[in-house]
């Protein structure tokens, strides 16, 4: 019903830039929070930034005053500005939406499949 695409991700060196982006689509009602997530080889997925509708935002402490989170409320997209990255930062970066798809039914979340990224010192 829902689908979230990411991309964006590829290999960069440490100190580089990368801006992920995750587009939703399918029977969408409307979005409520949407995220980003990572997860490194043999650990557990965390959560990296979130974004409310209105645009209020939180960041994992790891990232903050390197990464920026944003979203276009029109075209069901959030994105993930990456600056100052560090080998730390490697990982499959996830997308996450709350999506209303009927409004009698409530809030459901939704995963994208992931987009690798690659920091090397």
């Known amino acids: 019903q829902v689908q979230l695409v990411e991309s964006g991700g590829g290999l960069v060196q440490a100190g580089g830039s990368l801006r992920l982006s995750c587009a939703a689509s399918g029977s969408i009602f409307s979005i409520n929070d949407m995220g980003w997530y990572r997860q490194a080889p043999g650990a557990q997925r965390e959560l990296v930034a979130r974004?409310?509708?209105?645009?209020?935002?939180n960041y994992a402490d790891s990232v903050k005053g390197r990464f920026t989170i944003s979203r276009d409320n029109a075209k069901n997209t959030v994105y993930l500005q990456m600056n100052s990255l560090k080998p730390g930062d490697t990982a499959d970066y996830y997308c996450?939406?709350?999506?209303?798809?009927?409004?009698?039914?409530?809030?459901?979340?939704?995963w994208g499949k992931g987009t690798l990224v690659t920091v090397s010192s």
């Open positions: 974004i409310t509708r209105s645009g209020s935002t």
């Open positions: 996450k939406a709350a999506v209303v798809t009927d409004p009698w039914r409530g809030l459901m979340d939704y």
